[in-house]
């Protein structure tokens, strides 16, 4: 059974830095896209960023663009989205996703085209 468990979120303030990190088990991790995305309390989920499956491409939602940087390491079974000068508004819970290989690309932002996900970490930004 193929597992995505996120880790690294926390309490930071305002323009801290965090990085987080989801694990996959399983030998599949290096043939999918990977996703994160986040969801605030009483707000719909909102797509953060992806990754494609050799790390060459990159995606970003609008609000994180030029903050987050999203990354991973095959050889780990790992992707990661490091999370510079944050906001208050980036507090949300964060959940790592595995794209599914029957989705175009071009449907990175969809949660729908996402089959496994991670339980979340959260990540909650001080002013």
């Known amino acids: 059974q193929v597992q995505l468990v996120e880790s690294g979120g926390g309490l930071v303030q305002a323009g801290d830095s965090l990085r987080l990190s989801c694990a996959a088990s399983?030998?599949?991790?290096?043939?999918?896209?990977m996703g994160w995305f986040r969801q605030a309390p009483g707000k719909e989920r909102e797509f953060v960023a992806a990754?494609?499956?050799?790390?060459?491409?990159?995606y970003y939602g609008a609000s994180v663009k030029g903050r987050f940087t999203i990354s991973r390491d095959n050889a780990k079974n790992t992707v990661y989205l490091q999370m510079n000068s944050l906001k208050p508004e980036d507090t949300a819970v964060y959940s790592c996703a595995a794209k599914s290989t029957t989705w175009p690309s071009s449907t990175y932002s969809n949660p729908g085209s996402y089959v496994l996900w991670g339980q979340g970490t959260q990540v909650t930004v001080s002013s």
């Open positions: 399983g030998r599949t991790f290096s043939s999918v896209a």
């Open positions: 990754i494609s499956v050799s790390g060459g491409t990159t």
